[in-house]
């Protein structure tokens, strides 16, 4: 039949149960036990203890499978995360409860109430002596056998994605169990989580193109938020010294199979310490992230084994651009050949990159990294001590100003996570925002606008602090193998049909 004969079937088995008195909508049902809590507990239980126990349950779910023997009938039953069957007896429920069985379709949502047995095939199974018509589904669910196997019918009707494809629930339970776990971890250790704005009138924080909006009612412009680490720094410099966020950050920028204009991000602050310190803490979280979420620290993502057992490997910037590029070039560069301009520039030219006029040196050497290395990072890798001209609101470090203490956490070749010993000199702060600016008279669209109000904060005293964004959707991509950051987010944007 096709698809539109199955649409009409439908509507004629709804309008025979409406002639039947059959309530097509009730308000509720009245659940005992959930399907997955039913196989849980009972999945390894013997037919004869089940018989001598005598379990009544009453459950609810879509119909996945259907199979009629006249008298003798079977349902299969999904709450989203686990099946079970339904064995339906003419003898054993009323009238017209059969006579609504014969007019369910794939997909229908029913009630049912009776008690567990195995069958002769040992299978757990509801002998049911009840049957409740929830909702009908009129519109026909994907071949059973094959599932749902458009990728972007999967992204536009997640709903559907759910329905079908069991692997899609389990990628979202791993994801809510890992948000579950690092708020423990941090929790644990003193950090109070906290709500900063989505709104703001200064998109700060990080180096990214924002969403503009405006309030009508005070007539101004709004940005969305691109991080929220200036209002969290804000609140350590108040007296909250170990604070995190789990929200929403959103960049006006490309799409790729690890950005999403809206994706979720993890900042935390504590004070009085420094980006070595983050460094053995986001090992310890992740290790116990992992092993929370599924069981061990090695996992699979794509063809490549990972381990997220400590510790984790680390390697300064300049010197894994200067590395990678002697291997392409086969010619010797020096990582101190990176802090100069000039020669930054014409190792970067040799390497085929397009350096425009006037660029430093610590971005052309950042250019060289992430165009050399960054995809071969399987292993959680520590990147480590950025060049300053890249990093506006990190800490240099104190026997070298071109160079801040700054990481970024790189697994499964790309960045999951970016940290730094904060800077807290007013006045330095306000010379980067300046040379930020001067980047955005420029071109740079991207550069970091200047934010008064935050030089104000510090100049108040912001403690030695040490802050750490984690990118959840792409950890979450590590944990499930996900290769792309849609698989991992329920409603990712789409283009317009």
């Known amino acids: ?50 018989e001598a126990e005598h379990v009544p349950v009453r459950a609810a779910g ?23 069957q339904v064995y339906i007896r003419q003898d054993s429920v009323s009238t017209e409860a059969f006579a609504m069985f014969k007019l369910l379709d794939f997909g229908d949502q029913v009630g049912v109430e009776g008690r567990l047995f195995r069958t002769r095939t040992n299978e757990l199974t509801i002998w049911a002596a009840g049957l409740t018509f929830l909702a009908k589904s009129f519109l026909p669910l994907p071949e059973k056998w094959h599932g749902l196997q458009d990728v972007e019918t999967r992204y536009r009707q997640r709903y559907l994605d759910l329905i079908v494809n069991p692997d899609a629930r389990r990628v979202f339970d791993v994801r809510a169990r890992t948000l579950a776990t690092i708020r423990g971890f941090l929790d644990a250790r003193g950090f109070l989580e906290v709500e900063t704005p989505m709104m703001q009138p200064i998109a700060g924080g990080a180096l990214a193109r924002p969403f503009v909006t405006h309030h009508n009612a005070l007539d101004m412009k709004l940005y969305m938020r691109i991080a929220p680490e200036l209002y969290l ?18 960049r006006n920028e490309g799409i790729s199979t690890q950005h999403n204009p809206e994706f979720t991000m993890l900042e935390f602050y504590q004070a009085y310490v420094d980006y070595q310190y983050l460094m053995r803490l986001t090992e310890e979280m992740l290790t116990e992230v992992a092993l929370r979420t599924l069981g061990s620290t090695d996992l699979t993502f794509g063809e490549h084994a990972i381990s997220f057992a400590a510790p984790f490997r680390r390697l300064s910037l300049r010197h894994a651009a200067a590395e990678r590029a002697s291997e392409t070039l086969q010619r010797s560069v020096e990582a101190d050949m990176l802090r100069d301009a000039a020669t930054a520039r014409s190792v970067a030219v040799a390497l085929g990159l397009e350096v425009p006029d006037g660029q430093g040196a610590g971005r052309t050497a950042t250019e060289i990294f992430e165009a050399l290395c960054e995809g071969d990072l399987i292993q959680p890798t520590f990147i ?18 071109d160079t801040v203490e700054r990481f970024e956490l790189y697994a499964g070749g790309f960045e999951v996570a970016n ?20 980047e955005r008279a420029r071109g740079d669209a991207e550069a970091h606008q200047m934010d008064e109000d935050y030089i104000r904060a510090l100049e108040y005293g912001l403690p030695p602090t040490g802050g750490e964004g984690v990118g959840i959707d792409r950890l979450v991509m590590l944990l499930t193998n996900s290769a792309s ?8 944007l789409m283009r317009s049909r």
Not at 62 to 84: H, Q
Not at 419 to 438: I, K, T, V
């Open 62 to 84: 879509r119909i996945l499978g259907l199979r009629t023997f006249g008298k003798a009938n079977f349902l299969v039953l999904s709450d989203g995360a686990a099946t079970l």
């Open 419 to 438: 940290a730094f010993s904060e800077l807290n000199d007013p006045a330095e702060q306000r010379r980067r925002f300046e040379g930020q600016l001067a």
């Open 1 to 50: 039949m096709s698809d539109s004969e199955l649409v009409s079937q439908r509507r004629a088995n709804y309008e025979e149960l409406l002639a039947l008195g059959i309530r097509p909508y009730p308000n509720a049902y009245d659940v005992t036990h959930r399907i997955s809590d039913v196989v849980a507990t009972y999945g390894e239980h013997a037919g004869d203890a089940l």
């Open 485 to 492: 950051i849609r698989d991992v987010i329920l409603f990712p």
């Open 384 to 401: 480590y001590d950025f060049p300053t001209e890249v990093s506006p609101l990190s800490k240099q470090k104190a026997d070298d100003p």
């Open 233 to 250: 720094k804000r609140l350590v410099v108040g007296g909250m010294d170990r604070v995190y966020e789990i929200n929403r950050n959103f």
